[in-house]
C-alpha cells in the first residue's frame, strides 16, 4: 500500500530538493522524495558538490583526504576491513554493537554528538570517539575517512523531531557513504515497517530501506522487534520500587530480543559474503503481550505490580486530538505506535530460518524468561547484600 | 489549590491515578543508587499522607505544620505542577511509542558494567593486570577485551608519546618503562596481580631479539617475584605466595624424628658372600650441617632416611604445588618417596616415587607433586592431601659421575647429603605470566632461528622462575575478527596455519582464570581446511562458540609442564 503510494507520487511530481523541503509539508513531501534511482544520483552529486565548496578538502592537501581517494580508485592503501564506524553508538543497541565488536577484535570509531559530557565509557572501552551530528551533514564526511563498513543503530531522541536524524540525517549518511565508498552498509530497521506507513518513524524507517536498496551501496538492514531492555526500565524497576506500572490492554505480541544477542548476530551477518544486498528480521523465540510481561515480573519478583492499565482506544484518542494542532504535531507522531498496538498484530516473525542462514544454534539466544530471571536474582542479591551491611554499619556506630 | 485547577484540563482519569502513586517523580528518578537501594521510609510516609505528596523536597525537610512562603511561591507551584505533568505525560506517551530507550543511569550499573552483561567476569575489578606490549597487534585487543570485561589495566610503554596514549583506553593506568631496563620495571609490576606479555622485538637484529625477547621475560619475570617475594615477606608468611617450612636442619635437635633404615630390593644369595654391606647416618656435625651418609655395597640395595610430616595447624599439602629442597653433597641423585593414605591407618598408604638429582655443592631443588609417580602403577596419582611421610632414599643404581670432579675415581655407591630445608612450594589455580611467544611460521628463512633462539630463552627463563605460567605460541598473524573459524590446540610444533590476532588475545584473556591453562605451553593456530575436493579426512572441529568456554576442554588434554 505504502509503496504504491510512493511511486505514484514519484512519478507524477518531481521531487522537491530534500534538505530544503519546508517542515510545513511534513510527511507527503519526503514521501516524494522516493524517486527513481536517477534522483538520488542528483541528490548525491548535489550534495557532494556543495561540501566540496566549502568543508571538503582537495585531495592533494592532507594525506586523509588521499585515503578517501585511495578507497575510490585503485592504487594506494586498502583500507583495513577491521575499520568499522558504529552510527548512534550511546544507545542501547549502538553500545553493545561497539563492545562486541571490540571483543571480536575490530577497531571501532564511534561518531557521537557533541555534547557536554562525552560518551566516556566508549573510549574507556578502547573505542575512538569521533564528534559529529547527522543533521549537520557537512560534518560527516570527516568521519568517514578509513572505514571499511558502516553500522547505523542511530534513532533521533524522543524528544527531537523524528526527522531531522531519521529521516535527513540518514540520507546524508547514506549518500556520503556512496561518495566515499564504503564497502558494507547496515542498517537497523524495525519490524514490519512497511506494513504500517501511518507511523511516522515506521514509515521513515520503510523509506530509508528503500533509498539505501537502491543506492547502490553493499547492505544488509536488520529489522527487529523489541529490545528486552527497554523492559527492564518499564516494568522491572518500577514493580521492584513498588511504583505504579502502566500497560496497555492491547493484545499485541512482541517477540523482544536481548541487545547482546542482536550485536552478536549482527557481526555474524556481516561476515558473512551470502547475506550482503538481504534483509534479516531478527525476532526473540518468543512473542509476548505486555500483560504477560508484567505477570512475569511480578512472579519474579515476588510482589505484586500496581498496574494502570491504559486502554489503547485513549491513546488513539490522544493521538487524534494531538494530530489537529501543529504544534502537539511531535507529541502526535511519539503516540503513533498505538496504531501498531491496536491493529492486534504479532510482531515477530518464525525465526527458525533466519537461525539457519546466520549459522547460529536457536539455544543460544536468550529467552525473556532467562533474562528477567537474571535481572531479578542479580538485584535482589545486591538488595540484600546492601541491608546486609545497613544492618553491620548500625552495629558498628 | 492553584495546581489542581491547571491540571484540570486534562483527563481526570489518569490525573488522580498519577498523582497518587507518583508523589516525588523527579528526586526519584534522579538518585544514580536508587535502584540498589532498599525502600526508603520517608517515601513512604510522603505516600500516605494524602495532600502532602505534591510537595517537594522543601516541604519534607521542614516538619511542615503550616504553609511557609516556599509552598504559595506561584513559581515554585508552577515548576512543581510541572515536573509531575511531564512525569505522568513520559509515562502516558511511553505507551504509545514504539522504542522505549531507558534514560535511567541506573541501569548501567546492572546492565552495562554489572552481573547483566555477558562480558563481566566477578572478581576483575580486584585484578591488575600488567600488559607488556599494550599498542602491539595483539595488545592493543587484549586491553580491549580487558577493559571489557571490567579489569584494572596497566599498560607498559616506552615512551609517553601522545599518539601512543591515544591508542590506549582512557583509564589504563600508562607506565613508563623498558623490559631492557630492570631498574624500570619495579614500578610496572607493583600492585600487578597477573602479566600478558605480547611485546616482541620491532627487527630481527639479534641485540634486538635478546633484549627484548629474552632478557625482557627475564627482568619483568624477576621484578614480578620479586614484588610477590615482597608481599610475602610483609605478611610474614601468611601469604598465599609464601612457601611452607616443612623441616630446617639448623640444630641437633631437629634431627629428631628422622629415622635412617636399608633394605634391599632383593635377596642378592651371591653378593652376600663378597662385597656386600650398606651403612648410613644422619647427623649433626661441629660445623652446624646435617649430613646423611654413608654407603651402599650390596647390589639391590638403599638406604633412606625418613620422617612423619607435622604441618602447622590449618595447613595442607593440597594448596602446595610441590617440594623445594636446599640440599648440598656430591652430586648424587635420590629418590623422594611420599606415603599418601589415611594417617589413622599406615597399612592402607600408597607410595609415590619422584628422582631428584643433586650436584656437587649446594642446590635447591624442585620437585613437583605433579612428577611422582605410584609405585604401584595401579594406584590413583598422588593426592598430595593424603600426604603423611617423607623418605629420601639413596641407592647405588643409575647413578652417573657427577661433573667437575674429573680425574679422581668416584665411589658412586657412597654417597654424602647436607640438608639445609625442605619447604613445600605454594601453589597457584591460575596462571600468572601469559607470554605470546611465537612458533617460527613466516618468519624470513634466514632469520629464523635467531628468532626462534630468543623466544626459546625467553620461554625457559619464564619456566625457570617459578611463576605460574602460560606460553601461547600463535601461528602467523592476520589482523582480521576473532572468532570466526575453528582453532586447534597443539604440542609439538605441527602447526601449519596462520590465526587472527583477536583470537590470540581472546586466549590470553581466558587462560588468566582457566586453571587447565597453567604451567603449560601449546601452539594454535586456525583449523586446516582443505580446499574443495582435496580433504582428506572430515571436518571434526567446530566454530567455538564465544557464549561458552572453548579453552578448557581444549587446553585439559595437553601436557602439564611444559
Known sequence: ?????????????????????????????????????????????????????????????????????????????????????????????????????????????????????????????????????????????????????????????????????????????????????????????????????????????????????????????????GFMQGLIGQYAVPILEEKSVWGTDAPTRIAYMDTQDIARLTFIALRNEKINKKLLTFAGPRAWTTQEVITLCERLAGQDANVTTVPVSILKFARQLTRFFQWTNDVADRLAFSEVLSSDTVFSVPTTEMYNLLGVDAKDIITLEKYLQDYFTNILKKLKDLKAQSKQTDIYF | MALSSKISAYPSKFLGQSLSFHPNPTTIRRSPTHLLLPPRCDKREVDSTGDDNVESETARSQPSVSLTLD??????????????????????????????????????????????????????????????????????????????????????????????????????????????????????????????YCATARSTITADLYRVDYQGVYNITKAFQDYNNRLAQLRAGKSSKSKLLLAKFKSAESLNGWKVCQGTYFQDVVGTKYDAGMDAKFEFTETGNAVFSGYVFTRGGYVELSKKISLPLGCTLDRYDGLLL???????????????????????????????????????????????????????????????????????????????????????????????????????????????????LGIEQNRRDQVLKAKKAGEESLRRSGLGYTIVRPGPLQEEPGGQRALIFDQGNRISQGISCADVADICVKALHDSTARNKSFDVCYEYIAEQGKELYELVAHLPDKANNYLTPALSVLEKNT
Request: hydrophobic fraction near 40%.
Open chain 1, 1 to 225: 500500500m505504502a509503496l504504491l503510494r510512493c511511486t505514484a507520487a514519484a512519478a507524477t511530481t518531481p521531487p522537491p530538493q530534500l534538505a530544503t523541503s519546508p517542515r510545513r509539508l511534513r510527511s507527503l513531501s519526503w514521501r516524494r522524495t522516493l524517486a527513481p534511482l536517477h534522483d538520488h544520483l542528483l541528490l548525491a552529486s548535489t550534495l557532494r558538490h556543495s561540501s566540496q565548496g566549502r568543508h571538503w578538502l582537495p585531495p592533494a592537501v592532507t594525506c586523509n583526504a588521499q585515503t578517501v581517494v585511495a578507497t575510490n580508485m585503485a592504487p594506494g592503501t586498502p583500507v583495513r576491513p577491521t575499520n568499522i564506524l558504529v552510527v548512534g553508538a550511546t544507545g542501547t543497541l549502538g553500545r553493545q554493537v561497539v563492545r562486541r565488536a571490540l571483543d571480536e577484535g575490530y577497531d571501532v570509531r564511534c561518531l557521537v554528538r557533541p555534547r557536554p559530557a562525552p560518551a566516556d565509557f566508549l573510549r574507556d572501552w578502547g573505542a575512538t570517539v569521533v564528534n559529529a551530528d547527522l543533521s549537520k551533514p557537512e560534518t560527516i564526511p570527516a568521519t568517514l575517512v578509513g572505514i571499511h563498513t558502516v553500522i547505523d543503530c542511530a534513532t533521533g531522541r524522543p524528544e527531537e523531531p523524528i526527522r531531522t536524524v531519521d529521516w535527513e540525517g540518514k540520507v546524508a549518511l547514506i549518500q556520503c557513504a556512496m561518495a566515499m565508498g564504503i564497502q558494507k552498509y547496515v542498517f537497523y530497521s524495525i519490524h514490519n515497517c512497511d506494513k504500517h506507513p501511518e507511523v511516522p518513524l515506521m514509515e521513515i524507517k520503510h523509506c530509508t530501506e528503500k533509498f539505501l536498496q537502491d543506492s547502490g551501496l553493499t547492505y544488509i538492514i536488520i529489522r527487529l522487534c
Open chain 2, 71 to 196: 509552598d504559595v511561591n506561584p513559581v515554585g507551584l508552577g515548576r512543581r505542577s510541572r515536573q509531575i505533568f511531564d512525569e505522568v505525560w513520559r509515562k502516558f506517551s511511553g505507551l504509545g511509542q514504539i522504542s522505549r530507550t531507558p534514560t535511567d543511569e541506573t541501569l548501567e550499573t546492572v546492565l552495562v558494567r554489572g552481573p547483566m552483561c555477558e562480558f563481566t567476569i566477578p572478581g576483575a575489578q580486584d585484578t591488575t593486570i600488567l600488559v607488556v606490549g599494550a599498542t602491539s597487534r595483539i595488545g592493543r585487543i587484549v586491553v580491549r577485551k580487558l577493559m571489557l570485561r571490567g579489569y584494572k589495566v596497566k599498560a607498559l610503554v616506552r615512551k609517553a608519546d601522545q599518539e601512543v596514549i591515544d591508542l590506549l583506553p582512557r583509564s589504563v593506568s600508562v607506565v613508563i618503562g623498558d623490559v631492557g631496563e630492570p631498574s624500570t620495571l619495579k614500578a610496572a609490576v607493583e600492585g600487578c596481580n597477573k602479566i600478558i
Open chain 2, 326 to 440: 636446599s640440599v648440598g653433597g656430591n652430586g648424587r641423585s635420590f629418590v623422594l618417596i611420599l606415603e599418601a593414605g589415611p594417617s589413622a591407618d599406615t597399612s592402607q598408604s600408597k607410595l609415590y616415587f619422584a628422582r631428584m638429582s643433586t650436584k656437587v655443592g649446594f642446590c635447591r631443588v624442585r620437585v613437583p607433586f605433579s612428577s611422582f609417580r605410584p609405585v604401584k602403577p595401579d594406584d590413583p596419582p598422588l593426592d598430595p592431601f593424603l600426604v603423611h611421610t617423607l623418605t629420601i632414599r639413596f641407592e647405588p643404581r643409575r647413578q652417573r659421575p657427577s661433573e667437575g670432579t674429573t680425574g679422581t675415581t668416584q665411589d658412586l655407591r657412597s654417597f654424602k647429603l647436607i640438608m639445609e630445608y625442605i619447604k613445600a612450594l605454594p601453589t597457584g589455580q591460575e596462571t600468572d605470566f601469559i607470554l605470546v611467544s611465537c612458533t617460527g
